[in-house]
């Protein structure tokens, strides 16, 4: 029973921050890559950051390195997203996943589709 519950979506002003968090239970929380993803109306799912559960690294998409930090409590079982300088393009629903596919690519799935575990998703709004 894997569940993931991300929190700490909002709305916040261009150049504000928020912090999301994803809780994880129901499995062995080091086994699994951890991603942040997000998708915005109209859009494709793209994604934003990964921490690897095999040597702690960190992994970023061009367009939130510098402004994003992914972090991990693991005596918490859970992953957060320190998001800095929003911008309004980071307006999206943000979803963790657990078992990403290629985090140092931020890819969630695999060729032959193979998901990851996913959480039901935060809004965040950055009004301009």
């Known amino acids: 029973e894997v569940q993931l519950v991300e929190s700490g979506g909002g709305l916040v002003q261009a150049g504000g921050s928020l912090r999301l968090s994803c809780a994880a239970s129901?499995?062995?929380?080091?086994?699994?890559?951890i991603g942040w993803f997000r998708q915005a109306p109209g859009k494709e799912r793209e994604g934003v950051s990964c921490?690897?559960?095999?040597?702690?690294?960190?992994y970023y998409v061009d367009s939130v390195k510098g402004r994003f930090t992914i972090s991990s409590d693991n005596a918490k079982n859970t992953v957060y997203l320190q998001m800095n300088s929003l911008k309004p393009d980071d307006t999206a629903v943000y979803y963790c996943?657990?078992?990403?596919?290629?985090?140092?690519?931020?890819?969630?799935?695999?060729?032959?589709?193979?998901?990851?575990?996913w959480g039901q998703g935060t809004q965040v709004t950055v009004s301009s």
């Open positions: 129901g499995f062995t929380f080091d086994d699994y890559d």
């Open positions: 921490i690897s559960s095999n040597d702690g690294n960190t």
């Open positions: 996943a657990a078992r990403v596919y290629l985090c140092e690519n931020v890819v969630a799935t695999s060729a032959q589709g193979l998901e990851p575990y």
